[in-house]
């Protein structure tokens, strides 16, 4: 693909997003450039969606037959976050299929109303035992579709 060919990223505006949760920065999220490493970043959009599936009982860490495998995730940095700041981790659901979620999660700095970084996390739902997809389960899909 050319440089022509791709639209250039930008910040997502807070409404986009249908859910916000709240996450503390650590003193280690920070790199030696003083800002959180990029690395981090995932680990924020992992905290953010497994918390509401949590909270939503669609996801019970230990005991769900059907549990979510990452397949893809991306990232866009549009500004510097770092500790000590809280950011807000806005979630909604792009798309919603069969065995699958694409998650978008936009990551903002306190009443910041663009994110600081927008990215995604597409996991396949799979039984647990045998790694193979199924449909999503009732109480999951339920929780996917408040997202949407």
């Given at each position: 693909m050319t440089e022509a060919n791709t639209a250039r990223p930008t910040p997502a505006p807070r409404g986009l997003f249908r859910h916000?949760?709240?996450i503390a920065t650590r003193w280690m999220d920070n790199d030696a450039y003083g800002h959180v490493n990029n690395v981090v970043y995932y680990s924020y959009f992992d905290t953010v969606v497994n918390r509401y599936l949590i909270e939503a009982g669609a996801l019970d860490i230990e005991r769900s037959l059907v549990i979510g495998l990452v397949v893809e995730t991306h990232c866009n940095y549009f500004a510097s976050l770092a500790f000590p700041q809280v950011i807000q981790a806005g979630l909604r659901v792009a798309l919603l299929g069969v065995s699958s979620?694409?998650?978008?999660?936009?990551?903002?700095?306190?009443?910041?109303?663009?994110?600081?970084?927008?990215?995604?996390f597409v996991h396949v739902y799979v039984d647990r035992e045998t790694r193979r997809p199924v449909?999503?389960?009732?109480?999951?899909?339920?929780?996917?579709?408040g997202l949407l």
């Open positions: 916000f949760e709240t979620v694409r998650y978008e999660i936009g990551l903002f700095a306190a009443d910041e109303s663009l994110a600081a970084a927008n990215g995604h449909a999503l389960p009732a109480p999951l899909h339920h929780a996917l579709q």
